[in-house]
């Protein structure tokens, strides 16, 4: 190969997830507009972070090791905490155990192959705040409880990032 030449090796941006649909989004969103700024998540786009992957190449043995995956198909979940990490995030959280379990599972699959975040929570990404405008955000979070449907369809996920926005690829259902 020349030295001019270049190699075409193209990672995908991946993660472990679920998709998910809130009825009352917008209610939602509007009862939370007063305490931020920033970036809501289109609802075509909600899902269940299990585990960001980061950059991977090889997509073949993640699909592999993925394949043995067991976990009930449909659950209703109630999300019980509201919480904004990274102070730029807010998400939906769940006390669920079976969403604990299928992030157990998956981190046990992918041992030795990707870092286990051991503070990573499963966790719906709602919004990418800009600026908090009113601290008494969390005094509405101590009374929260909201549902949504969770489609229990473990997938991993390639986000390709676009100027328009963000796009998610359905690389592989389990």
């Known amino acids: 190969m020349k030295t001019s030449e270049k190699?075409?090796?193209?990672?995908h941006r991946l993660f472990v997830a679920s998709?998910?649909?809130?009825?009352?989004?917008?209610?939602?969103?509007e009862e939370l507009?007063?305490?931020f700024d920033g970036t809501?998540?289109?609802?075509?786009?909600l899902h269940m972070t299990f585990k960001f992957?980061?950059?991977?190449?090889?997509?073949?043995?993640?699909?592999?090791?993925?394949k043995k995956?067991?976990?009930?198909?449909?659950?209703i979940v109630i999300f019980q905490k509201l919480r904004v990490f990274h102070k730029?995030?807010?998400?939906?959280?769940?006390?669920?155990k079976t969403l604990y379990r299928i992030q157990n599972q998956i981190d046990e699959l992918l041992d030795g192959q990707f870092i286990k975040q051991n503070n990573f929570k499963p966790h719906i990404t709602l919004m990418r705040i800009k600026k908090i405008k009113d601290d008494t955000f969390k005094k509405k979070f101590d009374t929260f409880k909201f549902t949504a449907n969770l489609d229990?369809?473990?997938?991993?996920?390639?986000?390709?990032?676009?100027?328009?926005?963000?796009?998610y690829k359905i690389i592989r259902e389990f």
């Open 7 to 11: 190699s075409t090796v193209k990672s």
């Open 19 to 29: 998709f998910a649909s809130i009825e009352n989004y917008s209610m939602l969103k």
């Open 33 to 35: 507009n007063p305490f």
């Open 40 to 45: 809501w998540v289109k609802q075509k786009n």
């Open 53 to 66: 992957l980061g950059d991977v190449v090889d997509v073949e043995p993640i699909i592999t090791k993925l």
């Open 69 to 75: 995956i067991h976990y009930p198909k449909k659950q």
């Open 88 to 96: 730029n995030i807010l998400s939906l959280r769940s006390s669920n």
């Open 152 to 167: 229990l369809k473990v997938c991993l996920v390639e986000s390709i990032l676009k100027p328009e926005g963000v796009k």
